[in-house]
């Protein structure tokens, strides 16, 4: 089974800290995706890589960044959180191709106070 | 890039079929009408996924129009475990949109 994991299910961090979450895959996937999800407006990409060490921007990705230095891992970087960040955050995980099937995450939720 | 667009919420009693439509009149050629489920709670699981001809596997059956602008979901026989968002969306090189679901409720 793949098996697509993220550090925390739960993290609570103050206006203007720094804040990561990562994602590990285990199934060698080329791709991997961020994004986050908010009530009544869905999932939405924030950003994905297709490969170590690039990255490319999804839909909303003011105010983070990412980072793929090894091809299982994917890093969403929240440079200084702030409140309208508290959101569900789910990491996926696919072949090569867009097209190919992701596997997500359980999700971790982030609350910005 | 498609967007999609779902009814926000259906009910379908246990053991009937659930039919959840989805449009999308701005797909194109290359890209693949997906769906996904969400559970409360867990991060989303895909069902199936077609471009023109319809698919079954052992979870759902897809059918897509012949101008490929609505697809319906089927579960045959629907369970309380299907009880979830289910989301559909339309992925192509550069699309990669979820869109809002639709919430489907099945009732004992």
């Known amino acids: 089974d793949v098996k697509v994991t993220q550090s925390s299910r739960y993290l609570v961090k103050r206006t203007g800290e720094k804040v990561f979450l990562e994602c590990v895959q285990d199934?060698?996937?080329?791709?991997m995706f961020w994004y986050r999800q908010d009530p009544g407006l869905g999932l939405r990409l924030i950003y994905f890589s297709y490969d170590v060490k690039m990255k490319e921007k999804g839909d909303i990705p003011e105010g983070y960044s990412v980072s793929r230095e090894k091809k299982e891992r994917f890093s969403l970087i929240l440079e200084s959180a702030s409140t309208n960040q508290t959101s569900m955050y789910l990491c996926?995980?696919?072949?090569?191709?867009?097209?190919?099937?992701?596997?997500f995450g359980p999700g971790t939720r982030l609350t910005v106070l | 890039d498609a967007k999609t667009t779902q009814p926000t919420s259906m009910d379908c009693a246990e053991g009937r079929a659930a039919n959840l439509p989805c449009n999308h009149s701005t797909i194109s050629g290359n890209e693949y009408v997906y769906w996904y489920r969400q559970i409360h709670s867990q991060g989303p699981q895909y069902i199936i996924h077609g471009l023109k001809n319809n698919e079954t596997n052992e979870m759902a059956s897809l059918i897509i129009t012949e101008d490929r602008k609505s697809s319906t979901l089927i579960l045959p026989h629907a369970t309380l475990r299907d009880t979830a968002v289910y989301y559909c969306f339309c992925f192509g090189a550069n699309n990669l949109f979820f869109g809002t679901g639709t919430r489907l409720t099945v009732i004992p």
């Open positions: 996926a995980s696919g072949g090569g191709l867009p097209t190919d099937t992701q596997y």
């Open positions: 199934m060698d996937h080329e791709n």
